[in-house]
């Protein structure tokens, strides 16, 4: 079984700070992506990689950045915190080859203060 | 633009009763369609896929999917819910090539004993 795995599941951080979001993946995935999740509005993708050191923007990407240095490991940086960053955050990964479903890791849910 | 719209933000089912999830989506060409289930404070969870073997798609927990081109659905059934299929529930598409996948809003599930 693929396993995605989010490094934080609950994370409260302070308005300002720089915020790190880790995702590892075991299962030799070229593609890995980041969403949050709010009430209301289901799933936004802010950024996916299909590559080590390629980043691609999703539809939100404003205010994160991304580093995938390694294949199997994604990180979401929040540049600078603020409070409507307070969230859920789901990183997921696929095979490079098209139809391929997501796997999805448990979610941070973070909050800033 | 590939896009999914999943009807009812929220339904309610009786324990045992028929559960009737509904997905339509837009897309271009033949899609790849999927259904994710998630449970309360965890990630998403792969519960049927389609990819064009057969339009009647069996997944895990009892669902099934049937995909009807004419209409663009991609209905989510089960014949008789459990208290275990309260969740959150949402359909996906993916048009072709290696590309995100594009996610509903979710449907919230309710079963009542």
């Not at chain 1, 590559?51 to 929040?78: A, N």
């Not at chain 1, 859920?88 to 490079?96: G, R």
């Not at chain 2, 965890?42 to 389609?50: D, S, T």
């Amino acid at each position: 079984d693929v396993k995605v795995t989010q490094s934080s599941r609950y994370l409260v951080k302070r308005t300002g700070e720089k915020v790190f979001l880790e995702c590892v993946q075991d299962m030799d995935h070229e593609n890995m992506f980041w969403y949050r999740q709010d009430p209301g509005l289901g799933l936004r993708l802010i950024y996916f990689s299909y590559d080590v050191k390629m980043k691609e923007k999703g539809d939100i990407p404003e205010g994160y950045s991304v580093s995938r240095e390694k294949k199997e490991r994604f990180s979401l940086i929040l540049e600078s915190a603020s409070t409507n960053q307070t969230s859920m955050y789901l990183c997921a990964s696929s095979l490079f080859q098209g139809g391929q479903p997501q796997h999805f890791g448990d979610g941070t849910r973070l909050s800033i203060l | 633009a590939q896009s999914v719209t999943q009807l009812g933000s929220h339904v309610s089912v009786s324990e045992g009763a028929l559960v009737l999830l509904r997905c339509n989506y837009s897309s271009s060409v033949p899609p790849y369609l999927f259904w994710y289930v998630q449970y309360p404070n965890q990630g998403l969870q792969l519960l049927l896929k389609y990819t064009s073997a057969a339009t009647l798609v069996k997944g895990i927990n009892g669902f099934e999917a049937e995909f009807k081109k004419s209409e663009t659905s991609f209905h989510l059934t089960k014949p008789s819910a459990h208290m275990s299929d309260a969740a959150e529930y949402f359909c996906a598409v993916l048009s072709s090539g290696n590309t995100p996948l594009v996610f509903g809003k979710g449907t919230r599930l309710s079963v009542i004993a």
